[in-house]
């Protein structure tokens, strides 16, 4: 039996402990989902921010490329927060960027998602057979139970993962600090935690569960010796995100290919500056002066909203320099274009070796 089959394949019903982390906003093609999970992994589509119709759509491609082998939909569950700043100041911080890309001072509201639950429903009549979760997963575990179908809920903290275990949850995703993306930050002190990093916070999260819970590290895993520690220190698999962006069924631009390969640790950054909650960032012009005004924001979604089509128009004209990219720590480890199912490969040979060498 190989190192990645843990009890926490039989959960899922998949070969290698391998997933895709649930990323929205469209790095998670419907290929790159697919082909994970018919590697062997468990692929999952981040489907916050679209509509029930799209998530339908993307769910069924994902689905039909996956060959059989299930898929899993990842939800964004954090609430708006409150704004600490206006929009006028804002809008002032940001004027400088939006004239150097040639858009009016003041953006048009963008198009409103729909709410999690109605993508939720969407993704489970499409054929969605995972549900993970970033913030409290709560409000979806009735829906997900109903239909048969585990949850995994990802957390920054100990206390978190109790609160995701007590109300439900068949598994947890420990979120190292290490991690690119939002923080999964709810439950008791969540708000004044301090950030984790994954080595640290895999062990705890394990002997506070107990050892029946399936616990899946996530962040700045990148290859065979990542996964091969989070396993030592009681993991029964592993949540990729950065990795991930690199493949070529991935749905980022090769602006963003390149940005990840000159990525140094140091050269990303946590902070709620740019979409109203704290994220990891790559660190570059606009992410920056956001970071340097201290200006507030609008609060989560507002900012989001407010930023969304400067994001668009960056990422169009190929400016690193003001796109505002997500990224973990590890960004540079493998981030040379591979197919997704060679990725999988790579990793569980690499697990191996790596155990194989740990041992002696
Ligand atoms: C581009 C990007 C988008 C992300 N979007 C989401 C998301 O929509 N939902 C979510 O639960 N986590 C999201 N995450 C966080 C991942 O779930 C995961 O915790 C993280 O990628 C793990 O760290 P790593 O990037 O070092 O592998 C995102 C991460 C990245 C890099």
Not at 41 to 64: I, K, Y
Not at 104 to 111: A, I, L, S
Not at 124 to 132: F, H, I, P, S, Y
Not at 322 to 330: D, H, I, K, N
Request: charged fraction near 15%.
């Amino acid at each position: 039996m190989g190192a990645l089959e843990t009890p926490l394949c039989g959960l899922l019903g998949i070969r290698h402990a391998i997933l895709l982390a649930g990323m929205a906003g469209g790095p998670n093609t419907p290929e790159l989902v697919g082909a994970v999970s018919r590697a062997g992994g468990l692929g999952v589509l981040g489907v916050s921010g679209t509509t029930a119709d799209a998530t339908a759509e993307a769910t069924r491609a994902a689905v039909r490329l996956a060959g059989g082998a299930p898929v899993g939909v990842n939800l964004q569950l954090a609430g708006a927060t409150d704004a600490t700043t206006t929009r006028e100041r804002m809008l002032k911080v940001l004027a400088p960027f939006r004239e150097e890309l040639g858009l009016p001072p003041d953006p048009p509201p963008p198009p409103a998602p729909d709410p999690p639950l109605v993508l939720l429903e969407a993704a489970l009549d499409a054929g969605a057979r995972v549900v993970t979760t970033w913030h409290d997963p709560a409000p979806v575990l009735p829906v997900a139970g109903a239909a048969g179908v585990p949850v995994l809920a990802m957390t920054t903290s100990v206390a978190g993962a109790l609160a995701a275990r007590a109300a439900g949850a068949d598994a947890v995703i420990a979120q190292g600090s290490e991690s690119g993306g939002h923080r999964s930050r709810f439950g008791p002190g969540a708000a004044t935690a301090s950030e984790t990093g994954t080595l640290a916070l895999v062990p705890q999260v394990v002997d506070a569960l107990g050892h029946g819970v399936p616990v899946v590290a996530s962040g700045g895993i990148a290859d065979g010796r990542g996964i091969a520690a989070a396993l030592l220190v009681g993991a029964q698999g592993v949540s990729l995100g950065t990795l991930f962006l690199a493949a070529t069924e991935s749905g980022v631009t090769d602006t963003y290919r390149r940005a990840l390969r000159e990525t140094l640790p140091q050269d990303t950054v946590v902070t709620d500056a740019v979409t109203g909650r704290p994220a990891r960032w790559i660190r570059n012009r606009i992410v920056d002066a956001l970071v340097t005004a201290n200006a507030g924001t609008l609060g989560w979604g507002a900012q989001g909203a407010l930023m969304a089509d400067l994001r668009r128009e960056a990422t169009r004209q190929g400016r690193a320099d003001l796109m505002t990219m997500l990224a973990g720590q590890a960004a540079a480890i493998g981030a040379e274009p591979r197919p997704a199912d060679r990725i999988v490969r790579d990793l569980v040979e690499g697990t191996g070796a790596a155990l194989a060498a740990a041992r002696g």
